[in-house]
C-alpha cells in the first residue's frame, strides 16, 4: 500500500508540473497584482495525508513530503496574479471505502477552488485560473 501512495503522489507531481510547464506568451503583460493563497487539506478521522504538491502556473511548485497527519494547512504563499492558474494536490490514505480527504484553494481569504476523493487511496486535487 505505501508503494501504492508513493506512485499515486509521484504521479500527481509529475502531471501538474507537465500541465503547468508551458512558457507564457511574451505579449501577455506582467501584473503588479499579488494574491495571498493559502492550501488546506481535511482529512475523515482516521485518514493520513502523505504528501502534498502545489504549483503556481509560472514554473514554481513545492512539494510536502513525509506529513503523516489528518489535516493540514499551508503556509500563506505571495502569488503574482500574472500566474495563470494555480493547482494543489495530496495524496493520502484512508481506512475504509468511506473515507474522504479534501482540498482546498483559499485566495485573498476567499475559497476560490475545493476537490475530494473518497476511499482507501485518496488523491484529491484543485486547480483555479487566476485570469
Known sequence: ?????????????LSL????????????????NMHKVVFKAIGSTGTKISNAVYTDGSGKA???TSLNTQNWTSNEYTISSSAH???????????DANSTLVVEIWIDGVKAADGKSTGTILSPSATIALK
Open 17 to 32: 508540473t507537465l500541465l503547468f510547464a508551458c512558457k507564457k506568451d511574451k505579449k501577455d503583460a506582467p501584473s503588479n
Open 85 to 95: 492558474a494555480v493547482s494543489f494536490g495530496v495524496s493520502g490514505t484512508g481506512v
Open 62 to 64: 513545492e512539494t510536502f
Open 1 to 13: 500500500m505505501n508503494r501504492i501512495t508513493k506512485i499515486l503522489s509521484l504521479s500527481l507531481i
